[in-house]
């Protein structure tokens, strides 16, 4: 693949410049009943590049995109980046307090989003001083209202415009920041370089076979990194990608089809959604692999996939958006182990070390460490988060001044003695959920929100069929107290979006707490582990 073997690549935009320039003709996005070639969206590309310096985009500066996938959405996160700036997108599921923390944490300058998007959160605005622009992708400038601080233009690309690329740019630069949650508080900013993205698609690529045959279905949102990794894969091999954002499962098989898609990339629950679409032989037969990442494939599930995608290698994956990936399971692999993450990916290093920092041996439980250039920056303005998680590399020499860093994954993995790993556990209280990765206490503050008759709220991840963990709430009102936990679940939808959203509300005299006074969420999680299974049955 020529395209891996460009050494001068520095910057993620120059996947598409050239794709462009080999296949100019070729298919590089699909939209609807729409289609983009590669020298188009060059050309789209570099006029959004050209829009945001226009609208005063200086280097570094943070670009937010918060629309669901279309043709605006790519320009946008790609134009940016040609622009110097750094883009960050937002989860178009998202609400508007989510959105606006977002906007403030990483000092966000311009928001591209739509008319029925902004009316949304324009009451948090207010609180966004750094906001300086909004471009609206669907409105002309003739109806376009002032909006206190901010001036709101038309997203109208002006093909006379050309952008200035920053002559200084190196590989090593922001290019994105990815928001991710955590155990505790708010969603943190993942800083991502540009050598970061290049070389996690130089990887993937690698051992996916991508070519500019292959036609990738881009079903996740972009905001995740599993799903921007379709876009950069795709870019870098000269493939087509189908945007899609569907209601009905039966929409996916129609792009299947339509589209004859070769890769399909999802998270366990939507693999599941998919498994009971009405596939037949002729809808699926295009597909010649799938990957999955966000959670454990059961293997009842991956069984029925591979009935129905009969032609189609399946890939297991592993990976965590601080590192992009790190594990995959090789197709050929999978009869024989079984539960296994498989190995590093190309260019990472993956090894399990005991809590001193040792490596462990085979078979010995230990924490799962990422090593080598698909390490992100850290996290953005949280040096004291970024400590915890981003530490000295393991495995690298110690007479370094400037010691290497390694991403400590806070997972609990064991290798056996051909090096293939098993994931065992957690070690934080994240709950993992359609592949998101969800702070209990963002969801209990929204909880807290709900009445101030609420004494104590705990929410955690219980085993479900679908969804591989369900958030259940567990909590307990002052004196006593019934709540309408109806009216409650209702208000949730208005204030937490779909992928955070309680399956459960479960009353609690008390709620049990341990020595430090704390509530006792190792209890809680074991005492209710088959919940979900048992309220099935």
Known sequence: MKGLKDAMTKNIYQLITQSAARYPTRPALHFKHQTLTYAELQHGVSSTAALLQHCDVQRFDRVAVYLPKQFETVYSLFGSAMAGAVFVPVNPGLKAAQVAHILQDCNVRVLVTSKARLADIEAELHLCTDLHTVLLTDASSADIAPLA????????????????????????DMAAILYTSGSTGKPKGVVLSHRNMLVGAHSVASYLNNTCDDVVLALLPL?????????????????????????????????????????IAAVPPLWAQLAKANWTADSSKSVRYLTNSGGAMPLPLLNQLQHI???????????????????????AELAKRPGSMGKAIPNAEIVVVREDGSLCGPNEPGELVHRGPLVSLGYWNAPEKTAERFKADPVAPKGIQLPQLAVWSGDTVRYDEEGFLYFIGRRDEMIKSSGYRISPTEVEEAVYQL?????????????????????????????????????????????????????????????PKNANGKIDRKLLSEQYQDYFNEATV
């Open 223 to 263: 905001s995740f990194d599993y799903g921007l990794s379709q876009l950069t894969t795709a870019f870098l091999s000269g493939a087509a990608v189908v945007l899609l954002d569907f209601f009905l499962v039966q929409d996916v098989v129609r792009a299947v089809q339509t589209h004859h898609v070769t890769g």
């Open 451 to 511: 009445s101030p008759l609420l004494q104590d709220v705990a929410a955690i991840g219980v085993p479900h069929a679908e969804l591989g963990q369900a958030i259940l709430v567990l909590f307990a009102c002052k004196d006593g107290q019934q709540p309408d936990t109806d009216n409650w679940s209702n208000q949730l939808k208005r204030s937490l979006p779909n992928f955070m959203q309680p399956k459960a509300l479960v009353a609690q005299a008390v709620l």
């Open 309 to 331: 995608f009969s032609q189609a290698e399946p890939y297991l994956m592993y990976g965590l958006t601080e590192a992009f990936r790190s594990t995959y399971l090789a197709p």
């Open 149 to 172: 601080h901010i001036q709101v233009k038309a997203f109208a690309l002006n093909n006379d415009m050309m952008p200035k690329v920053q002559p200084h740019a190196t590989d090593a």
